[in-house]
């Protein structure tokens, strides 16, 4: 990746490697770590090198009279004023520059801007500054102004207060298996940075468990990301997710593509264990009979802290599991429990987070009694 930044910020903390290097230290990480319960070929996605974060938020720096974009640097002592950003999408990159100058020409957007944050699709933008002052008509007046110009979504943001001007999703369209898929990405929800390692993601993720039937249990389904492509290879599909927001934007996804065999339900990872062992009843499962649903396959995708002693417990029950992970350490700390009942027939790695340490795994298990 060209930056003249390249090793300055923070953002970029792999930086005295080439980008090949970088990634067989992050897989031999990986490797090392689950060594004890697979052995064999790890499969490996690359990302693009450059124009993959969808996803970016930058720090509003003011000197004089104008106003910069900047981030930490790398040693967290101080920030690094930005001439340029390779890793934002085409489509941010394309008004970056554009933006900060038509905010730099007028007091009212600039004054007290302390943040912006980005959010893109194949062609959409939607753009959110974040203030240290209450938003008045007079902002809310250039700020539109400022929107038709660029041809962008604004969302502004002060202290109890968030004023949408146009829309507060992006509609972001996702082909995987000779179909394409529409999400829309809402501001301040949770998406996959990375739109070229997520479509990779979900088409592993098909690959391994379209051949299962019966019924589909998802985990921390988020906005439907993987839900909504696999639920066609079952009959059945019950996705569960903590965020509100996300199992709003989730049933819209669903409604957006025409898909009528999930229920998207808001629980928690151990919510949902405790409903289907039969410990609990949830007045958010009413309508849902989980009595008719023949699971035979969780896909969990957990955050850092790694799966609970509960999902565990739960995942165990199925005969085949897709664990995708953020976080390598807690992946291997889990897979010494799942491999108690399941063998690990595939692992990935997919390289969400190109130049920095983070890296995102997948491993597919089957239970040891039907595992050839």
């Known amino acids: 990746m ?6 300055k910020c923070g953002s970029c903390s792999l930086y005295n490697i080439s980008y090949e290097e970088a990634l067989k ?22 990302s693009i090198k450059s124009n993959h974060r969808a996803r970016a938020e ?20 101080g ?3 930005l001439s340029e950003c390779p890793k ?17 020409n007028s007091d009212i957007l600039k ?14 933008v939607l753009v959110t500054m974040i203030y240290h002052k209450k938003l008045d008509s007079l902002w809310e007046e250039e700020a539109k102004a400022l929107q038709d110009r660029v041809k962008i979504s604004i969302i502004g943001r002060a202290r109890k207060q968030k004023i949408v001007l146009n829309r507060e999703y992006v509609t972001q369209k996702i082909k995987v298996d000779n179909r394409e898929f529409s999400y829309r990405y809402y501001e301040g929800g949770f998406t996959q940075p990375n739109s070229y390692i997520n ?15 019966g019924d589909f249990l998802e985990s921390y389904c988020g906005l439907g990301n993987f839900t909504l ?28 593509n025409r898909i009528e065999n999930i229920s998207f339900v808001r629980l928690n990872a151990q919510e949902t264990a405790f409903a289907l062992k039969g410990v609990r009843e949830f007045r958010r499962l009413k309508g849902i009979n989980l009595n008719e649903f023949n699971f035979t396959t969780i896909l969990v995708d957990p955050p850092r802290a790694g799966l609970d002693y509960d999902s565990l417990n739960l995942a165990k029950d199925f005969k085949y599991i897709v664990y995708i992970s953020c976080n390598p350490q807690t992946l291997a700390r889990d897979l010494k429990e799942l491999t108690k009942t399941h063998i690990v027939k595939n692992v990935a790695v997919f390289d969400q987070f190109p130049y920095t340490s983070h890296i995102e795994s997948g491993v597919y298990l089957v239970r040891r009694d039907i595992a050839k």
């Open 199 to 213: 479509q990779k993601m979900i088409t592993w993720a098909i690959d391994k468990v379209k051949d299962n039937g």
């Open 58 to 77: 930058f720090k509003i720096w003011h000197k004089g009279d104008m106003a910069y974009y900047a981030m930490s640097n790398l040693d967290k002592n």
């Open 79 to 81: 920030v690094e004023i």
């Open 229 to 256: 492509p696999i639920s066609r290879y079952f009959s059945k599909v019950l996705a569960t997710e903590i965020s509100s927001n996300s199992i709003k934007a989730a049933k819209e996804n669903c409604k957006l």
């Open 2 to 7: 060209n930056c003249s930044h390249f090793g």
């Open 25 to 46: 230290a992050k897989v031999d990480r990986v490797k090392e770590l689950i060594s004890s319960y697979y052995s064999k070929k790890i499969d490996i996605f690359s």
């Open 88 to 104: 934002v999408t085409k489509p941010i990159e394309n008004i970056w520059k554009i933006l900060l100058k038509e905010i730099n």
């Open 111 to 124: 004054n007290r801007l302390f943040s912006i944050e980005f959010l893109s699709s194949q062609d959409e």
